[in-house]
């Protein structure tokens, strides 16, 4: 995910935050898995950004959150 790289976090620091593996994390990044609906509301809001930035970029991204 790109956000991952915008906000500066490692897998190892988003993978903490999210409360999931770095594995789960990096299958989620190299789209071989998709996170659950409720993890994307928790990271939206852990890191201040719009889920629909989350999913495809658009709405609110980590710069306009700071």
């Known amino acids: 995910m790109a956000f ?3 906000v500066g ?6 993978s903490a935050v999210a409360g999931v593996t770095e594995e789960t994390w990096t299958s989620w990044e190299n789209d071989r898995a998709e996170p659950r ?4 509301d928790m990271l939206a ?4 950004v719009n889920i629909a930035w ?8 980590p710069s ?3």
């Not at 976090?9 to 988003?14: G, H, K, S």
């Not at 809001?45 to 201040?48: A, G, M, Y």
């Not at 989350?54 to 991204?61: E, H, I, K, M, Y």
């Open 64 to 66: 306009e959150a700071r």
């Open 9 to 14: 976090f490692t897998v190892e620091q988003i």
């Open 54 to 61: 989350l999913l495809d970029g658009q709405g609110r991204g």
């Open 45 to 48: 809001r852990i890191l201040q």
């Open 37 to 40: 609906a409720n993890r994307l």
């Open 4 to 6: 991952r790289d915008a």
